[in-house]
């Protein structure tokens, strides 16, 4: 299966702060990777699919970049709706797999 | 609206069995292919199986092959799990989600609310 890890694990941010999170690949993916954002006992919500594209109705300032093996989700302005836990997800196999997860928190 | 509502999780022993049943509306439920993923407690998300949208095509973790059944009923516009030799390890809380798929590939658009599964004795 392809494994995927995040980065960081845990972030601490403030409200206005440019935050980054990685996601990297065992192998090449080439864009079929999606972004997920999860709040406590609610379900994954698809933030970018096909690596930066940005699902209807997300904010627009959650970007996504990166192919291959290596991508980011970027939150350009952090809001205090954002605080959560995000997860990056490849789906160039049938065999889904997620990162670990990154849990941003308020600094 | 899209709504996915999964029911029947619970508390059941180790070696018991249970149904998982998702009740779709707000789309051509038959069009799309349709997944189980997974999510333990404090833990990340584990993709459990698949189903393409005429059934002709399931696949299974490998954590689940041999004990869990997929399947769906395009004309109720339901999905369902069926879960044997239920282990200790099963328990999380059990997602249905649509694939949305482009270029042969498809990825989790939309998710239901969850429904959680205990396996204890």
């Known amino acids: 299966d392809i494994q995927m890890t995040q980065s960081p694990s845990t972030l601490s941010a403030s409200v206005g702060d440019r935050v980054t999170i990685t996601c990297r690949a065992s192998?090449?993916?080439?864009?079929?990777l999606a972004w997920y954002q999860q709040k406590p006992g609610k379900a994954p919500k698809v933030l970018i699919y096909?690596?930066?594209s940005l699902e209807s109705g997300v904010p627009s300032r959650f970007s996504g970049s990166g192919s291959g093996a290596e991508f980011t989700l970027t939150i350009s302005s952090l809001q205090p709706d954002d605080f959560a836990t995000y997860y990056c997800?490849?789906?160039?196999?049938?065999?889904?797999?997620f990162g670990q997860g990154t849990k941003v928190e308020i600094k | 609206e899209v709504q996915l509502v999964e029911s029947g999780g619970g508390l059941v022993q180790p070696g018991g069995s249970l149904r998982l049943s998702c009740a779709a509306s707000?789309?051509?439920?038959?069009?799309?292919?349709m997944n189980w993923v997974r999510q333990a407690p404090g833990k990340g998300l584990e993709w459990v199986s698949y189903?393409?949208?005429?059934?002709?095509?399931?696949y299974y973790a490998d954590s689940v092959k041999g004990r869990f059944t997929i399947f769906r009923d395009n004309g109720k516009n339901s999905l369902y799990l069926q879960m044997n030799s239920l282990r200790v390890e099963d328990t999380a809380v059990y997602y249905c989600?649509?694939?949305?798929?482009?270029?042969?590939?498809?990825?989790?658009?939309?998710w239901g609310q969850g429904t959680l599964v205990t396996v204890s004795s």
């Open positions: 989600a649509i694939g949305y798929c482009s270029g042969g590939t498809c990825y989790p658009g939309h």
């Open positions: 707000g789309f051509t439920f038959s069009s799309y292919s």
């Open positions: 189903i393409s949208s005429r059934s002709d095509t399931i």
């Open positions: 192998q090449s993916i080439s864009s079929w």
């Open positions: 096909k690596a930066s």
């Open positions: 997800q490849q789906y160039n196999s049938y065999r889904w797999t």
